[in-house]
């Protein structure tokens, strides 16, 4: 095993050591948290750990967080699993698109969604390592671990319980924790991590500890100095190791003793005596190393302590042969952080701020990451200087992408600080303006603009500041007052022709939000004919998208569809960013759906979500969208796992309508507890999208559900009609009207014909306003649906059936059978009665919609029509038989070791719905592992037979899967 340090094993419990890792290596995953303070032997520890692990056959990945690189996103797990990935090309994707007005009106602007893919990309690379083997992740020096670093941590935490995967990470006690690091620890602790505090060596640890180093026991002076240390074994060795070389321990008679007096030197600057063999020019340059962080090379401290390369590396070697540093992979490394730190703290705060400042500013003429010397400028003196100007003018819209935070303090500081007759002081504050929108501050962005357009007067980047002024409003949530700004530009300002279509695109998506239909319809069509001439790709196809929605919305679907696939043809072939693309397949899929094409309108959903983790994963607009169409389809519980996957932590910018979705299913279920608690997350949630609107009509419907399945007719029959006359029709009108009919049968069940009357009519009207003639669109049969209600005429009612027959939305079918069996039954149709019961109950054991069931069989039966022995067939809860069909085809390709994003490829879904179905197997079975899940998937025959069977078609990016009888996935 290697030198392990005197006392650890007893302090830790070698044999729980022993068993966590083991546990790992069985595919059971845990976490490990070592905490104490600086020298205690933490990072002993984790080379402990790892020695343990590899013997066991795990994959062992090791890093550490800088303290430099607090503010870099990824920096520290980065260290672990690869180069820095946050200053990679697809950050670059969206560089400088907000100022060039290239982002889509409805994409998130704030940091986490914009890291949140980069996030996935460390996580899907964990799934993909542990589908290889087991691994251990370890991970030193948290407490300076970098906030998105500490997310990817606590999300692999709460993937513990499907990966064969040791999480081990180590953080210093004081100061006291962040609240990032606090909170990865109370995830980790709930997936039930091992928390191990080092506590100082005992005496008698302490005496074998100097007894082990001097071959000689320690003599009474000697134990009281070394006792100053506090049983911090590094200290310990330092302050031995010092004495040593100095010549001030004497050994007589096998006993070592010190010829110091007690109080000299005291122990905690027995690190920095070591450093008194080095002569003061070299000392003078690993101070400057230590500005650096803990590893260096010599070129970067060449440049920035001005020396010649050849002399510093002569430095470097020295205090290699001193002990201060180490050599390994064309890198020096401090011997120990407490070394680095002793050197950086004995700095004066203005040299040490300085020495920053001097090294961001030398590593802005090399290679070095532009978030690198970012985080130096940040720790170093303020300044404005023109090399700082420069750097940050060069360098500004790069980093409003990737940090967004730490740029927005650089300008700030760089507009303190610059010279008043700095002549880029209007491009710093353009910038800053941008910066402070990208980082979800956008009130602060639109107060920096209107301060550019009253202090500056630059009428070439007056396009730049007005886009910003238009932008800030809307992704705050307020269109009304974006498009007050986008009609004074429009009316006041002398923008180029570009920029005026450009703003008249995204104004017409503006008034498309605001519900003002007629006025967005005429702005697009504007834009449209500018665009074309002007052949400006970015406005052409803002303006398409908004032309494709108002003819879904006009219920002329299969115009709206040309649209949107022209407009993603534009996008795709003008490599426009991928944000501008995401709608336009999500636009796609809706109008597939209408049109009754819903394996194609889940492909486009599918597409939509590829495409977004190219900008950040799983926005929940696309998870959303996709399980709207599993929920028309009738795959419920793969739309719940959508929904669960659009509300983790990484984005949450859809709550509401994620939540309704969740508890309209809830209430279909007879889960009313559920179905509560999900509208009571509704009642606190803010929707940050401005999509949101689009979907408000899901909290009303969830609502109306809730009442009705509580007994509250009346007030769920006015909930519903409240919601139809303050507007929600102006958008997603064409799934409303199949609300309809159960609103009329609401209507009617309580006595109120009126009430029945009016939504009839209403119908009746849009179906008579015209449309397409195939599809959902056609609104004939749902406004026979309503007239046969509202007249008990079953032969009305039937006029419907061809249109039922070719629906796509499962339950307004169901429903529909459920209406006509009622009616036929009033009619004394007894046997055409059953037979639309019988449809109607099969659907309903498809969907598990227990409240449907017994409120269908409680109203035929009162009318006499019964079951007979056709019971509704439940799913059970739990064990093999409650598993789903999507569920089972993942449990196949997990059994045979694919990793999630595996998985998701063959499957068509996304790498974090895999998870969600995963951790929902492993519940339903009671399984602790992916091993455990093998196992049992194997005796039931199912891996087996599923083997060769998961691979898609050659040239198939995927294929659908599913599972019948309880058994073999098909295509």
Not at 14 to 25: C, K, P, W
Not at 136 to 153: E, P, T
Not at 732 to 741: E, I
Not at 902 to 910: D, K, T
Request: hydrophobic letters at 45%; a negative charge; aromatic letters at 4%.
């Amino acid at each position: 095993m290697g030198d392990v340090p005197v006392g650890l094993l007893e302090r830790v419990e070698a044999a729980h050591l022993e068993r966590l890792v083991l546990q790992a290596s069985r595919g059971v995953g845990r976490a490990l948290l070592v905490e104490g303070e600086p020298g205690i032997g933490k990072t002993a520890l984790l080379d402990l750990t790892g020695v343990y692990a590899e013997r066991l056959g795990l994959r062992v990945l090791s890093g550490a967080a800088e303290e430099i690189e607090q503010r870099l996103p990824f920096a520290a797990i980065s260290t672990c699993l690869g180069s820095r990935t946050a200053s990679g090309d697809a950050h670059e994707a969206g560089v400088g698109a907000l100022i060039r007005g290239e982002g889509w009106a409805g994409a998130p602007l704030g940091v986490d969604a914009a890291d949140a893919g980069f996030a996935e990309s460390f996580l899907a690379q964990v799934d993909e390592l542990c589908a290889a083997g087991p691994l251990a992740l370890v991970l030193d020096d948290l407490h300076w671990a970098d906030q998105a670093s500490l997310g990817v941590l606590g999300e692999l935490g709460r993937s513990l319980g499907q990966l064969p995967l040791l999480l081990v990470g180590a953080y210093r006690t004081a100061p006291p924790r962040g609240q990032d690091l606090d909170r990865l620890r109370r995830v980790l602790l709930a997936q039930g991590a091992t928390v191990l505090p080092l506590e100082p060596l005992d005496d008698d640890s302490v005496r074998e500890l100097v007894t082990q180093m001097l071959g000689a026991t320690p003599g009474a002076g000697l134990l009281r100095l070394v006792k100053d240390a506090g049983g911090n074994p590094l200290y310990i060795t330092e302050l031995v190791e010092t004495l040593t070389a100095g010549d001030r321990i004497r050994i007589s008679e096998g006993t070592a003793e010190t010829t110091l007096a007690p109080d000299s030197p005291s122990p905690g600057a027995a690190v920095l005596h070591r450093l008194d063999f080095m002569s003061p020019d070299a000392l003078s340059v690993l101070r400057v190393a230590s500005v650096l962080g803990s590893s260096i090379t010599v070129e970067d401290l060449a440049a920035v302590a001005e020396r010649p390369v050849p002399d510093v590396l002569g430095i470097l070697l020295d205090a290699c042969d001193a002990g201060v540093l180490s050599e390994r992979g064309g890198r020096f490394w401090f011997r120990h952080t407490v070394i680095r730190q002793a050197l950086y703290d004995h700095l004066p705060m203005p040299l040490r701020a300085a020495l920053h400042l001097e090294a961001g500013l030398a590593l802005a003429g090399t290679s070095a990451a532009p978030e690198l010397i970012a985080g130096h400028l940040d720790m170093g003196t303020p300044s404005g200087s023109p090399r700082v100007v420069d750097w940050l003018v060069g360098h500004g819209e790069h980093l409003m992408v990737s940090i967004p935070k730490v740029t927005v303090e650089l300008l700030r500081r760089a507009l303190d600080y610059a010279d008043a007759a700095e002549p880029r002081r209007f491009r710093l504050r353009i910038l800053l303006a941008a910066a402070l929108l990208r980082s979800g501050r956008a009130a602060e962005a639109e107060d920096q603009a209107r301060q550019v357009l009253a202090h500056h007067h630059d009428r070439a980047s007056e396009g730049a500041i007005w886009w910003i002024l238009a932008r800030a409003p809307y992704v705050a949530g307020h269109p009304d007052l974006a498009w007050a700004e986008i009609e004074h530009a429009l009316r006041s300002v002398s923008l180029s022709r570009v920029e005026t279509v450009r703003l008249q695109a995204f104004g017409s998506v503006v008034l498309l939000t605001l519900g003002q239909l007629e006025r967005a319809g005429t702005t697009a069509r504007q834009a449209e004919r500018d665009a074309r001439e002007l052949g400006d790709v970015n406005a052409l196809s803002d303006a398409f998208q908004t032309l494709a929605v108002l003819h879904h919305l006009q219920r002329r679907t299969p115009e709206a569809l040309d649209l949107a696939d022209r407009a993603l043809r534009i996008a795709q072939e003008s490599n426009a960013p991928v944000d501008k693309q995401i709608p336009l397949h999500m636009i796609r899929g809706h109008c597939l759906l209408a049109l009754g094409r819903t394996q194609e309108a889940d492909d486009a959903m599918r597409a939509g979500q590829q495409v977004a983790k190219q900008l950040w994963d799983h926005v929940p607009l696309c998870d959303l969208s996709r399980a709207l169409v599993m929920f028309a389809d009738g795959r419920w519980d793969d739309a719940l796992a959508e929904i669960q996957a659009g509300l983790e932590p990484s984005g949450q910018s859809l709550p509401r309508a994620l939540h309704s979705l969740a508890a309209v299913i809830a209430v279909h279920r007879d889960d009313l507890a559920t179905a509560r608690a999900h509208l009571s997350e509704i009642g606190t949630a803010q929707d940050g999208s401005p999509d949101g609107g689009f979907y408000a009509f899901l909290a009303a419907w969830a609502a109306c559900l809730v009442d009705e399945a509580e007994g509250d007719s009346d007030r769920a029959l006015s909930r519903c009609l409240d919601s139809s006359r303050q507007g929600l029709a102006t958008v997603m009108c064409s799934v409303l009207a199949f609300f309809a009919p159960g609103a009329v049968s609401l209507a009617l069940s309580s006595g109120n014909t009126d009430a029945a009357r009016e939504v009839t009519a209403a119908i009746e009207s849009q179906a008579a306003a015209g449309g397409a003639d195939d599809g959902m669109d056609d609104l004939t049969g749902i406004a026979a649906h309503c007239r046969g209600l509202l007249d008990n005429d079953a032969d009305t009612l039937q006029k419907a059936a061809s249109y039922y027959d070719r629906f796509p939305w499962v339950l307004f079918r169901a429903r529909y059978y459920e209406d006509a069996a009622a009616v036929l039954a009033q009619a004394k149709r007894l046997s055409e009665a059953r037979v639309m019961l019988y449809r109607a109950m099969d659907v309903y054991a498809d969907l598990n919609a227990t409240w449907d069931a017994t409120r269908a069989a409680s109203r035929l039966r009162a009318l006499g029509v019964r079951r007979g022995h056709r019971g509704l067939r439940g799913r059970p809860a739990t064990g093999w038989d409650s598993l789903t069909d999507t569920e089972l085809a993942v449990a196949a390709l997990v059994a045979q070791g694919l990793s999630n994003p595996e998985v998701g490829v063959r499957l068509r879904i996304s790498r974090r719905t895999v998870q969600t179905h995963v951790s929902n197997i492993l519940s339903k079975l009671g399984l602790a592992s992916r091993v455990e899940l093998a196992t049992v998937v194997t005796a039931h025959g199912l891996a087996t037979s599923a083997r060769g069977r998961t691979s898609p078609r050659s040239g198939e990016e995927g294929s659908t899967y599913t599972v019948s009888g309880r058994g073999l996935p098909h295509r």
